[in-house]
Structures are given as structure tokens and as C-alpha cells.
């Protein structure tokens, strides 16, 4: 897999000057012309990127999916994932890419609070749809990023690392209000989350059930699913599942003479005893207390 490993390498490939910093870069697209390169057909970058697209059109495979795109969006990219451009349909339209690489934030909070930004893992089909005041609020942050590239001292990285962080905690609020105004179409998520778990605990169990199982089978990211359903409920995916486990364990608890043992393997568990600490962690009452208290 071909790689771009350089902030550098990145602007010689759409056809732009040397960077500023070495380590990070805020990119106008109506200044770029893509080269016809065979790296676009499959390639990794290893640094973060955050697209800002206006009127952009084209076809990008990120991970295991395709995503036409004709309006404005923001997108996140991390670095190290799969990606490629069809660059016989598209045209670049106007907005902007930030560019940073992973060094950038050493030696600073951001280098371990950015893996708790979740949509740096979503899918390309679940990018941010900005209201034009929204859009205006993060594109004056990408020119004061812009405009302390252009004079590098002893306070750059610092205020530059802060306008990255104020940008990520808008997308943050903004993705919020995504899921809040698309009240219809996730209004139809959550009712079929809830019948999947329904239907995967009332059906022979093939296993424990997993994050990553119920994202799949709904089309999603884990990530954007679990932040979808905290927005709405308050629980993330692993919350609702272990709510639902444990009210299943309870009703074979009080209406069977299943052993503990039993009821664990029944939901999926390969040990009781992990079935037995959860529980207990859930309810402060161990499997065996618990039916106890109905005899």
C-alpha cells in the first residue's frame, strides 16, 4: 500500500507549494490541481486530516466504503486508513483540508484527547452537514491556523494546537445537533436498534453480542453509533447492550431453575464468571442473590 508520509509530500501531490510548518497545513482547494498519480488508486496518509468541502463532487472509498458527494460537508480522517480517490469523477469544488501530522501534538493534551473525538472512526457516509453559520465559524479557525503557520517561534505550536482543539470541540457540538435536528431518520435508528437487541436475545444466541456486531448489521460505524445513541439517550451501544443482557439474565433468573452457569453460556458468555462479575457490577447483587430474593 503506497503511503504519504510527509505534510510535504502531500502538497507536491496537489501540484502546491512547500508547506510553512513542516508539520501541519491549512489547504485551500481552489489551489489545488490533484496529480495524475497511481498513489491515488490505494494509499494511507499518516496524519490527520479534517475536510471542509463546498460544492465538491467526486466518489472517495474510505475503509470498506464508497460515498458520492455533491454538497458541503466536514469529514475526519485519521492516519493509516485505506483510502482512495477516483480522480476521472472529481472535482475538487472550493473549502478547505487541515492537515496535521501525529508529532505535531506530542508533549501536548491533544496527543491523547483526540482518540476521544470519535469521528475521526466514522464512515465517509455519516460526514457533518454545516449550517452556513456553522461553516463560517470553522473556516475562521482554519485562517488563524493558516496565518500562525506563516511565522513560526516559540508560540506557535502552542496556539496552534488550541485552535485545533477549539475546531474539533465545534465539530463535537455540531455533530450533536446533527443527530438532534435528524429527529425522522434516527428516530427509525433507534427503533430498530431496539428490535435488533430484541431480536438477537430472544433468538438463539451465537456468542456475545458486540459493539461492533449491531454496528454492522445497522450499516454504521461504532463510533457514530455509539455517539448517535448517547446524544438521544444518554447510554452508549455497550450501555444499551448490557442494560438488555442484564434484564434478560434477571428473566431467566426468576422464571427458570437454569443454573448460573447455564443462564452465562445462554447469553453468549464463555465463562460464568464473567457473566457472575458483571452482574453483580450492574445490579450490586451477585446471579445467586438475586434469585434468592424470589424464593
Known amino acids: 500500500m503506497n503511503a504519504i508520509n510527509s505534510i510535504s509530500e502531500f502538497h507536491r501531490l496537489l501540484s502546491l507549494p512547500e508547506p510553512h510548518h513542516p508539520l501541519v497545513s491549512v489547504i485551500n482547494l481552489e489551489d489545488s490541481i490533484f496529480l495524475e498519480d497511481e498513489i491515488w488508486k490505494g494509499f494511507v496518509n499518516r496524519f490527520y486530516c479534517v475536510a471542509l468541502k463546498r460544492e465538491a463532487k467526486g466518489k472517495i472509498r474510505y475503509g470498506q466504503q464508497h460515498y458520492d458527494y455533491d454538497k458541503g460537508v466536514l469529514s475526519f480522517t485519521k492516519p493509516n486508513q485505506v483510502q482512495q480517490l477516483d480522480l476521472q469523477n472529481m472535482e475538487c469544488g472550493s473549502g478547505y483540508l487541515l492537515i496535521f501530522h501525529p508529532d505535531f501534538l506530542l508533549q501536548h493534551t491533544l496527543a491523547t484527547d483526540i482518540h476521544h473525538y470519535g469521528f475521526f472512526d466514522y464512515a465517509v457516509n455519516e460526514a457533518l452537514h454545516l449550517s452556513a453559520e456553522e461553516e463560517d465559524d470553522l473556516i475562521s479557525i482554519l485562517h ?48 430498530r436498534f431496539e428490535q435488533l437487541l430484541d431480536d438477537y436475545f430472544n433468538n438463539e444466541i451465537q456468542g456475545l453480542l458486540t459493539v461492533q456486531y449491531v454496528a454492522a448489521k445497522m450499516n454504521l460505524s461504532p463510533n457514530y453509533l455509539s455517539d448517535l445513541l448517547r446524544v438521544h439517550t444518554g447510554q452508549n451501544t455497550q450501555q444499551h447492550i448490557h442494560e438488555k443482557l442484564i434484564a434478560k439474565a434477571k428473566e431467566k433468573l426468576s422464571t427458570t431453575d437454569l443454573s448460573v452457569s447455564e443462564i452465562a453460556y445462554a447469553l453468549g458468555f464463555e465463562h460464568a464468571q464473567s457473566f457472575s462479575t458483571l452482574f453483580k457490577k450492574k445490579t450490586n447483587l451477585s446471579p445467586v442473590e438475586f434469585r434468592q430474593g424470589f424464593n
Request: hydrophobic letters at 30%; one cysteine or more.
Open 144 to 191: 488563524k491556523i493558516d496565518k500562525e503557520c506563516r511565522h513560526i517561534d516559540a508560540h506557535t505550536q502552542d496556539i496552534i494546537l488550541t485552535h485545533i482543539e477549539s475546531l474539533l470541540k465545534y465539530s463535537n457540538r455540531f455533530y450533536e445537533r446533527q443527530f438532534l435536528t435528524r429527529k425522522t431518520n434516527n428516530s427509525a435508528l433507534l427503533t
